[in-house]
């Protein structure tokens, strides 16, 4: 009997842990809105406002901006000009984060 409860409590320690591991897994958007970049910028398509909506760009359509992945990735690190311009703000989360915020900021094609 003292076998079948250790068994239970491992099983149930590993679930807990492994939809713990899953649920930390944050998408683009939750980074994009941790990172408060809608500060500055709102994405309609996303419903994501933004108090300044009229003074920076909407991100609605950055997938149809032409920016590559790689270039996207450094303008948001300010090694790149995009429009002949450095963005104003670095990204401060890991580069992981960054990674997966540009792929979804990049799926994002609303016209
Ligand atoms: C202080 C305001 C501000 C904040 C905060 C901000 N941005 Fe920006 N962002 C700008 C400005 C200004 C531009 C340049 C617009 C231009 O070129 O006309 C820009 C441009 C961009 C562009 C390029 C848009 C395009 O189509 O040219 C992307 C992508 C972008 N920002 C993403 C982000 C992300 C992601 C964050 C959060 C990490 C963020 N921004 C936070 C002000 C901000």
Known sequence: ???V???IAIVVVTFLFTSMITAE??????????AKCNTCHAIKSQD???KQADKY???SNFGNSGVSEENAIKYL???FDINGKKHPVKFKGS????KTMVEWL???KSE
């Open 57 to 59: 760009p909407d991100l």
């Open 5 to 7: 409860k250790s068994i």
């Open 48 to 50: 994501i406002t933004s």
């Open 25 to 34: 897994k944050s998408t683009g958007k939750d980074i994009f809105v941790n």
């Open 1 to 3: 009997m003292k076998k």
């Open 106 to 108: 990049l799926t994002l």
């Open 95 to 98: 580069e992981e984060e960054l």
């Open 77 to 79: 690190n300010k090694e």
